[in-house]
């Protein structure tokens, strides 16, 4: 998006186009993204386990969002939704080991 000065007064944007194309695909993306992203399983005690859980949590979210990457848009939802869920498999894990030890 740019603005153009012609003249003394008048100023003109450009671009706006293309935003409104990337913000439709954002809202398409979201709209897909709703709903159940995967269901996870692991041990919380296998680290390899752990490992596969958010690699498999982030194929779902490349597989419901493939089509719309590219848009910077989407591209940084997708990216902190991976590491928000990475940060909440690691915490369940953790907690489920606590809780282990604590009985």
């Given at each position: 998006?740019?603005?153009?000065?012609?003249?003394?007064?008048?100023t003109?944007?450009?671009?706006?186009?293309?935003?409104?194309?990337?913000?439709?695909?954002?809202?398409?993306?979201?709209?897909?993204?709703?709903?159940?992203i995967?269901?996870?399983?692991?041990?919380?005690?296998?680290?390899?386990?752990?490992?596969?859980?958010?690699?498999?949590?982030?194929?779902?979210?490349?597989?419901r969002?493939?089509?719309?990457?590219?848009?910077?848009?989407?591209?940084?939802?997708?990216?902190?939704f991976?590491?928000?869920?990475?940060?909440?498999i690691?915490?369940?894990?953790?907690?489920?080991?606590?809780?282990?030890?604590?009985?």
């Open positions: 998006m740019s603005l153009k000065t012609k003249g003394c007064c008048v003109k944007i450009t671009g706006l186009d293309e935003l409104t194309r990337k913000l439709q695909e954002a809202q398409q993306a979201l709209e897909d993204f709703d709903g159940n995967a269901e996870l399983k692991f041990d919380p005690f296998d680290p390899v386990s752990i490992d596969h859980a958010i690699q498999e949590l982030n194929r779902s979210v490349d597989e969002l493939g089509s719309f990457y590219g848009n910077p848009i989407v591209d940084d939802v997708a990216d902190k991976k590491e928000a869920a990475r940060e909440e690691l915490q369940r894990a953790a907690a489920a080991r606590i809780d282990n030890e604590e009985n």
